[in-house]
């Protein structure tokens, strides 16, 4: 399920409350004020969702951020991702096999959808007998505000390259 950043406040947290009920869980402000935090704050540490549940809820624990965290990742209602080198980020896009591009000069990620099919739109040499549900994939580069003229030369031809070959899966960034 991904919930998308056009969804009213209102509908999200009905959203959002049917789905913890159904997945066993009671319906709280701390919970709900967790989901909130990560919607508005995307592939955001623990650190700065504390910051902005406190927001509304100033007497929230640390600890208790961490939990609602963990118990909502663990009921698939977040996704929690550790770029190499950063704490763990959080974000409220499930369910869809999204990966990411990392800047290693800055630390902005942005979301990067499947190139092929469904998940996990990725094809392995071998299966191992498995049946796999997803495939996860960081990119790593440097972001356009991070890089000099020679990578912004070498990122203008490498998109060209991945245009020419993949006509119909590549978008050209804007």
């Not at 709900?32 to 406190?54: D, F, G, M, N, Y």
């Not at 190139?115 to 392995?124: M, T």
Request: net charge negative; glycine share 4%; with cysteine.
């Amino acid at each position: 399920m991904y919930v998308g950043q056009d969804i009213s406040p209102e509908a999200l947290k009905e959203t959002w409350s049917s789905t913890l009920r159904n997945k066993g869980r009671r319906v709280t402000k701390q919970r709900l004020a967790v989901l909130t935090a990560v919607q508005k704050h995307q592939h955001s540490p623990a650190e700065a969702i504390v910051e902005a549940v406190r927001e509304e809820l100033p007497s929230i624990t640390v600890q208790s951020v961490y939990v609602i965290l963990a118990d909502l990742v663990d009921i698939d209602l977040l996704r929690r991702f550790e770029p190499p080198g950063t704490p763990a980020l959080y974000e409220t896009r499930i369910g869809d096999n999204h990966h990411h591009a990392f800047c290693i000069r800055c630390g902005k990620v942005e979301d990067v959808d499947c190139a092929v099919g469904s998940a996990p739109c990725l094809v392995p040499n071998n299966f191992h007998g498995m049946a796999l549900l997803s495939a996860d994939v960081l990119y790593q580069g440097i972001c356009a505000d991070c890089q000099t003229s020679e990578e912004h030369e070498l990122a203008t031809r490498q998109q060209a390259a991945a245009a020419a070959e993949h006509p119909h899966v590549f978008k050209v960034a804007s």
